[in-house]
């Protein structure tokens, strides 16, 4: 593997917040073990897998599909960070902020969880 490649994958692995890798069809594409932490779901169920909004909370979720589709279509006007609540695989809801950015010169969002509910 190259450097660069070694490099971001460290970092994507080790920020402390579970990050996620978000295709234009709100596909997850790719998460880290955090995200495993936080919902107590496996990333080999959630990987090419899940859709973005099944991890949300049904209160929150039209909320965040809507910012999703805002930030494809102005993302000046989309929010960067607001609290979200996260469905975790026992049941129960997390508190949560929502931190999200599109990639530059692509249509894939990274998002990161970062539980407040502690």
């Not at 996620?20 to 880290?32: K, Q």
């Not at 129960?92 to 970062?114: F, N």
Request: net charge negative; hydrophobic share 35%; charged share 30%.
């Amino acid at each position: 593997m190259d450097e660069p490649y070694i490099r971001y994958k460290t970092i994507f692995e080790n920020t402390g917040t579970a990050t996620i890798l978000i295709e234009e069809d709100m596909t997850i594409s790719m998460v880290n073990s955090e995200l495993e932490h936080i919902s107590g779901i496996d990333k080999s169920r959630v990987e090419k897998k899940m859709k973005f909004p099944e991890l949300i909370a049904d209160e929150d979720r039209e909320r965040v599909v809507a910012n999703h589709r805002l930030r494809r279509d102005n993302p000046d006007l989309a929010p960067r960070n607001y609290p979200c609540r996260v469905k975790v695989a026992n049941g129960d809801i997390k508190e949560c902020i929502l931190t999200v950015a599109l990639i530059q010169g692509t249509q894939q969002s990274v998002a990161s969880i970062t539980d407040i509910s502690k």
